[in-house]
């Protein structure tokens, strides 16, 4: 089964950047989506990036839509979440998560999750 392990989180100032990997440890050939999630303390977790095999057009939640960059590099089975233009509200633990085969979501949530990485943005 796929294992997946995300790095790079950290802390920052407000206006910064950051970019997260999330390392695929193993591949499979039936993979219908990978989505990046993010979630603070005591709050529901909020869909941030997604890309489906349907669309190869990576989509975005419109609170990070032209600060965020996602991408994919299958030869490295690694998926990225480029961040600029950081603010204090994207402070939180970020996931990656992927489905494999017959799709289970809408936002690729019912599949493989993360551990999380954390990022903080201070102002």
């Known amino acids: 089964q796929v294992q997946l392990m995300e790095t790079g989180g950290g802390s920052v100032q407000a206006g910064g950047s950051l970019r997260l990997s999330c390392a695929a440890s193993?591949?499979?050939?039936?993979?219908?989506?990978m989505a990046w999630f993010r979630q603070v303390p005591g709050a529901k977790r909020e869909w941030v990036a997604g890309i489906f095999t349907s669309n190869p057009t990576a989509l975005y939640n419109a609170a990070v839509n032209g600060r965020f960059a996602l991408s994919l590099d299958d030869a490295e089975n690694t998926m990225y979440l480029q961040m600029n233009e950081l603010k204090p509200e994207d402070t939180a633990m970020y996931y990656c998560a992927a489905e494999y085969g017959p799709p289970r979501s809408v936002d690729c949530s019912g599949g493989t999750w993360g551990q999380g990485t954390q990022v903080t943005v201070s102002s």
């Open positions: 193993g591949y499979s050939p039936d993979r219908n989506c």
